[in-house]
């Protein structure tokens, strides 16, 4: 299971030789997979990351590409779209973007209101059979979205990318609070942390470091968290982003974290956290350190 996944939204206004030292800092450390979306930078993240590749091609082999659909945002109408055609056109010009003739996974990037699996089921079943992808998953689907959506295709849903971090986490946060009046025992999540653990879908947390509105990691907002990340980060000899990381990496379903850097010393810093097993005691501390109470 993948512990760490570079996201590649914030690479529009990079250089190409900063993208492969992007990508050469990852897999030195251990980090091979690499996730798009069609919408960022309108494209033009994957335009350059495979420029990348081009001018390296030996990196092709090394990595595991992601890619995500169903976003549509134009001078039309900002709408979801996850019908058979959309999800395969969007597909095919994704390969073109990223020079590649396959992309291994790709996620459904928002439940569309007017998604019918049976629609879902023939573009995965093309995308699959003609070798273009090989593995299927979605983002921001409830637990019972992921069930519709099965219900329909031959493939199983594989993957579910979702915010989580410690300061937002309203999928654990129910779990505590069940049968409560408290604001943590409102459902958010309608049991999707359980049914992803039970059918054995990878989750995957992006803005794994960000609080309400931007980064908790130094916001003011967030001192008792950031004076308890630097002294665990003291202890364990890295940088506090790691500590946030790592409390993700101990829950017991196996997350992923999905670093949004760009910056190649900071990926090393982060994936330190592959080595460290918070305490139990850490882990809670942490969760109550943002102005949480348990019951």
């Known amino acids: 299971m993948d512990k760490f996944i570079q996201g590649c939204m914030r690479i529009k206004d990079m250089t190409t030789a900063g993208v492969r030292a992007l990508i050469e800092s990852n897999l030195e450390s251990g980090i091979n997979v690499f996730d798009h979306a069609d919408i960022y930078g309108r494209g033009e993240c994957e335009t350059l990351f495979g420029k990348a590749l081009k001018e390296d091609q030996s990196l092709r082999d090394k990595i595991v590409l992601q890619t995500k659909c169903g976003i549509v945002k134009d001078l039309s109408c900002h709408r979801y779209d996850n019908s058979t055609n959309y999800i395969i056109d969007s597909v095919h010009k994704s390969m073109g973007r990223l020079k590649v003739d396959k992309i291994e996974r790709v996620l459904i990037h928002r439940p569309d209101a007017l998604l019918m699996p049976e629609e879902v089921a023939k573009a995965f079943d093309k995308l699959y059979s003609e070798g273009a992808v090989d593995s299927f998953g979605v983002s921001n689907f409830s637990g019972n979205q992921i069930a519709l959506l099965s219900s329909g295709v031959r493939q199983k849903i594989e993957y579910n990318q979702i915010r989580l971090s410690i300061a937002h986490c309203p999928m654990i946060e129910n779990g505590f609070n069940y049968n409560r009046y408290e604001d943590g025992g409102i459902n958010r999540d309608d049991g999707t942390l359980e049914y992803c653990r039970m059918n054995n879908i990878q989750i995957q947390c992006y803005s794994p470091y960000k609080g309400k ?83």
């Open 213 to 295: 509105n931007k980064s908790f990691i130094g916001d003011y907002r967030y001192q008792k968290l950031n004076k308890l990340l630097k002294e665990i980060a003291f202890k364990y000899e890295v940088a506090p982003n790691a500590i946030a990381a790592a409390w993700l990496l101990k829950h017991p379903a196996n997350f992923s974290v999905i670093n949004g850097t760009t910056k190649p010393e900071r990926v090393k810093q982060i994936a330190k956290a592959k080595d460290i097993t918070l305490t139990r005691i850490e882990w809670y501390e942490l969760y109550l350190a943002c102005s949480r109470k348990l019951p």
